[in-house]
């Protein structure tokens, strides 16, 4: 069975830095993929970030780069949201979820976190 638990949301004026964290057990040896999703106030589910299993090229939606970071430390199966000059639009609830079958498809992830509340306020 696999588990995936994000923690790390909050309340944050804007321009500050939140950092979301996913911690993975169960079968993770089967994770090809990982990746971060949000929810935004009476909107759809949108892909934010995924990261491959060597940790090495990451992507990013268009609206998050170079403000945020994905990252993965294999040996804790944790992955990582550094989210920095955050917007009141960042405001959403941030979900964690988990591919075996690559990391570039967000229609892919199939194992998902409960999500956790990222407020930004302006």
């Known amino acids: 069975q696999v588990q995936l638990v994000e923690s790390g949301g909050g309340l944050v004026q804007a321009g500050g830095s939140l950092r979301l964290s996913c911690a993975a057990s169960?079968?993770?040896?089967?994770?090809?993929?990982m990746g971060w999703f949000r929810q935004p106030p009476g909107k759809e589910r949108e892909f934010v970030a995924a990261?491959?299993?060597?940790?090495?090229?990451?992507i990013y939606v268009d609206f998050v780069k170079g403000r945020f970071t994905i990252s993965r430390d294999g040996t804790k199966n944790t992955v990582y949201l550094q989210m920095n000059s955050l917007k009141p639009e960042d405001t959403a609830v941030y979900y964690c979820?988990?591919?075996?079958?690559?990391?570039?498809?967000?229609?892919?992830?199939?194992?998902w976190g409960q999500g956790t509340q990222v407020t930004v306020s302006s």
């Open positions: 979820a988990a591919s075996n079958a690559g990391y570039s498809d967000p229609t892919k992830y199939n194992y």
């Open positions: 990261i491959g299993r060597t940790g090495s090229r990451p």
């Open positions: 169960g079968r993770t040896f089967s994770f090809s993929g």
